[in-house]
């Protein structure tokens, strides 16, 4: 239904504009607050790259950041990550994660991304707090952080923005007739916008999502997605359906899809309750972060790395780096 709403394909939008209106005049005040210094935003004496975007649901940010994570590292550049973790709720903040930090804890994206990369990640309500930690422990030359582009609070060297090429922006209205964070023309401010799927426009970077072999969560052991037999597919991200989706290009046929909200909070016995004798259960990597402490032998998940368009990627990653030399 949601769904529907912020496409415009329902006139229920209607019903909700005037709670979006007073949605776009507090984040506006927000914003004016700190541009005027009402409000004061801290400076970390590190770069600082935002990878955000404008409206809620699943766009494909946290395989961007993972991919500047690897990009940078490969550059030889220390790279820290820095995140609300959102999801998790830890003893004490900042939380500097290691292997033994849970999705309780952290959050799941903040998890994925720091088993992905192996970087420093921190994560804390307060993304200031975060960076100070990740610079008195880990000395990283550059901080990426996961969201937070609507975190003023917290001043930034670049700003990033990953649009669903697909939705784009629906309705173009704020939360919650629509779904908007801020409104497009806030692209206008941004260094770089990145564009997941659908057709890029001029001045973005086309991305896909690249899905690899599916991964055993209990033993590791790879093999062609379409090798798996009596799928239930499982998808508890931003926007389920373009995981399906990604299934369906693989040729996996499912008995199955289930979507799932994003950020839930798993139990064994609920996700055991999904497959039935014979099946194999095949969920997203984000999934799998909340799910392998309790996995059974027939559950699998399938990773995705982004990909995006030469030479503009390229051309990104200069401008990062030279935030560091």
Not at 219 to 226: E, P
Request: with cysteine; hydrophobic share 45%; net charge neutral.
């Amino acid at each position: 239904m949601i769904e529907k709403i912020w496409s415009g394909h329902s006139p229920l939008w209607l019903l909700l504009w005037p709670l979006s209106l007073l949605y776009g005049l507090i984040t506006a005040v927000i914003r004016l607050s700190y541009r005027l210094g009402w409000r004061r935003s801290w400076r970390s004496p590190v770069p600082v790259v935002v990878v955000g975007n404008l409206t809620a649901g699943g766009n494909g940010k946290t395989p961007v950041v993972i991919w500047l994570v690897e990009q940078l590292t490969a550059r030889g550049i220390r790279v820290g990550v820095v995140s609300r973790g959102y999801g998790g709720k830890a003893g004490h903040y900042p939380l500097l994660l290691s292997a033994g930090t849970t999705t309780a804890e952290a959050g799941d994206e903040p998890v994925l991304i720091y088993q992905r990369t192996g970087a420093a990640v921190a994560v804390s309500p307060r993304r200031a707090e975060a960076v100070q930690a990740l610079i008195d422990q880990a000395q990283p030359q550059i901080i990426i952080t996961d969201d937070g582009l609507q975190h003023y609070a917290l001043c930034r060297d670049k700003e990033i923005v990953v649009v669903d090429g697909v939705r784009r922006f629906g309705n173009g209205w704020w939360l919650p007739a629509g779904p908007m964070r801020e409104r497009a023309g806030r692209l206008r401010s941004v260094d770089a916008v990145i564009v997941n799927g659908g057709t890029a426009q001029p001045g973005e970077i086309a991305m896909s999502l690249s899905p690899g072999q599916a991964v055993n969560l209990k033993t590791g052991a790879r093999c062609d997605a379409s090798q798996l037999s009596h799928v239930v597919a499982m998808a508890g991200i931003g926007h389920p359906p373009r995981f399906f989706a990604t299934l369906a290009s693989l040729g996996v046929v499912t008995e199955k899809n289930v979507p799932l909200s994003d950020h839930y909070a798993p139990s064994a016995e609920a996700i055991q309750g999904l497959v039935g004798p014979g099946q194999t259960l095949l969920m997203t990597e984000k999934d799998a972060v909340k799910c392998r402490a309790f996995a059974e032998d027939n559950w699998w998940y399938l990773p995705v790395d982004a990909q995006l368009a030469a030479p503009d990627a390229e051309k990104l990653l200069a401008e990062l780096q030279a935030l560091v030399n």
